[in-house]
T-cell receptor, first 109, second 115 residues
Framework: EDQVTQSPEALRLQEGESSSLNCSYT??????LFWYRQDPGKGPEFLFT???AGEEKEKERLKATLTKKESFLHITAPKPEDSATYLC??????????FGTGTRLLVSP | DAGITQSPRHKVTETGTPVTLRCHQT?????MYWYRQDPGHGLRLIHY???????DKGEVSDGYSVSRSKTEDFLLTLESATSSQTSVYFC??????????????FGPGTRLTVT
């Protein structure tokens, strides 16, 4: 059974204080690992897809990396507007994603 | 932003009544999905569709049915609502484009309360 575990559950940072979020996964035949951002009361917003170990992708202050067992979402010099819940998901089986429960990030000014 | 709308956005209903939620897309994506999101469980797949009149079950399909008569519309029906179906429901769309690896784009959600 495919599984995704995200840690920490919640993270509080000061503005400018860089950190990383973790997504550990077990899947039979990884076809893709996805990161989403979700603001309160809204649907998840797609950020990145990673396909194979060693791959990295960047968008503004966010960088996602992938190994064979986990993915990291690095946040460099975060701003208050980066506050959100970040979701990780894996695609193993055909056309189905399995999601983790997310990391709630709060960035204080 | 992907053109996905959900209706209604909020609904309160009584136990035992049928409820239908609608997802409408303007992106001509082949695949459509219904998820529910509950604290501590993350997003869980209810049903999905891979074409008009082609649907399949997800992880938590009991008590739910779906229909897709047009590419742009995907309906989720709670046949007889129960309090355990109180949740936030999200619709998502995707289009493999022949790669079999793809992103899903989500709608704004419907908050359903069953009293």
């Amino acid at each position: 059974e495919d599984q995704v575990t995200q840690s920490p559950e919640a993270l509080r940072l000061q503005e400018g204080e860089s950190s990383s979020l973790n997504c550990s996964y077990t899947v039979s035949g990884l076809r893709g690992l996805f990161w989403y951002r979700q603001d309160p009361g809204k649907g998840p917003e797609f950020l990145f897809t990673l396909y194979s170990a060693g791959e990295e992708k960047e968008k503004e202050r966010l960088k996602a990396t992938l190994t064979k067992k986990e993915s990291f979402l690095h946040i460099t010099a975060p701003k208050p507007e980066d506050s959100a819940t970040y979701l990780c998901a894996v695609q193993g089986g055909f056309q189905k994603l399995v999601f983790g429960t997310g990391t709630r990030l709060l960035v204080s000014p | 932003d992907a053109g996905i709308t959900q209706s209604p956005r909020h609904k309160v209903t009584e136990t035992g009544t049928p409820v239908t939620l609608r997802c409408h897309q303007t992106e001509n994506h082949r695949y459509m999905y219904w998820y529910r999101q509950d604290p501590g469980h993350g997003l869980r797949l209810i049903h999905y569709s891979y074409g008009v009149k082609d649907t399949d079950k997800g992880e938590v399909s009991d008590g739910y049915s779906v229909s897709r008569s047009k590419t742009e519309d995907f309906l989720l029906t709670l046949e007889s609502a129960t309090s355990s179906q109180t949740s936030v429901y999200f619709c998502a769309i995707s289009d493999p484009a022949g790669t079999a690896i793809y992103e899903q784009y989500f709608g704004p959600g419907t908050r359903l309360t069953v009293t």
